[in-house]
């Protein structure tokens, strides 16, 4: 058994809140909000604690089926903050439930929109029409920019060894 398949077959309970809280961190730069122009309100933290997570999931799917089971759990541990979130900013217990619900399947497009714009270099195009969409929500001025910089960070996570990211140890942002 290799050690990314020993890693990501045991239970992952726990073992992803380092790489997430480190992703979280990543989507709270100031750079995405003031230079990118990312909006900065609720659904603009979200967009980008999406990508963030989304680029992690995407690269680490290169490793095959070991990292499925690592994948699910963060995807559980983005989703069980986006509970706590709704709580704490006041969302009643009976409506919980259907926000995140929503949250989640809008996370759920956004990794697929990202992940088909990445494995497909060839068109451009795809990653312009993902962002505009999913962060800017139409407007197109900033996306040139955001655009390089998801680029660069992918490329970035490309290089780090799987076990350092699932470990969380992804250092600073690029």
């Given at each position: 058994?290799?050690?990314?398949?020993?890693?990501?077959?045991?239970?992952?309970?726990g073992l992803t809140e380092p790489l997430y809280n480190k992703l979280?961190?990543?989507a709270r730069t100031p750079w995405f909000y003031t230079i990118a122009?990312?909006?900065?309100?609720?659904?603009?933290?979200?967009?980008?604690?999406?990508?963030?997570?989304?680029?992690?999931?995407?690269?680490?799917?290169?490793?095959?089926?070991?990292?499925?089971?690592?994948?699910?759990?963060?995807?559980?541990?983005?989703?069980?903050?986006?509970?706590?979130?709704?709580?704490?900013?006041?969302?009643?217990?009976?409506?919980?439930?259907?926000?995140?619900?929503?949250?989640?399947?809008?996370?759920?497009?956004?990794?697929?929109?990202?992940?088909?714009?990445?494995?497909?270099?060839?068109?451009?195009?795809?990653?312009?029409?993902a962002v505009t969409r999913n962060i800017y929500r139409s407007d197109?001025?900033?996306?040139?920019?955001?655009?390089?910089?998801?680029?660069?960070?992918?490329?970035?996570?490309?290089?780090?060894?799987?076990?350092?990211?699932?470990?969380?140890?992804?250092?600073?942002?690029?």
């Amino acid at each position: 058994m290799s050690f990314l398949t020993n890693l990501f077959s045991k239970k992952t309970t726990g073992l992803t809140e380092p790489l997430y809280n480190k992703l979280v961190d990543w989507a709270r730069t100031p750079w995405f909000y003031t230079i990118a122009k990312v909006p900065d309100t609720i659904d603009g933290r979200f967009d980008m604690i999406a990508l963030m997570v989304s680029l992690a999931l995407i690269r680490l799917e290169g490793e095959g089926e070991a990292v499925q089971g690592f994948g699910q759990h963060l995807i559980e541990t983005f989703v069980t903050d986006m509970d706590r979130s709704m709580r704490e900013i006041g969302v009643g217990d009976l409506s919980v439930g259907k926000h995140v619900q929503r949250m989640a399947e809008a996370f759920l497009g956004r990794l697929g929109a990202y992940r088909t714009a990445l494995m497909d270099e060839a068109e451009p195009t795809i990653l312009a029409e993902a962002v505009t969409r999913n962060i800017y929500r139409s407007d197109t001025a900033d996306t040139p920019l955001l655009i390089a910089k998801i680029r660069l960070i992918f490329a970035y996570l490309a290089k780090l060894d799987p076990g350092d990211i699932a470990h969380g140890k992804i250092g600073v942002l690029p």
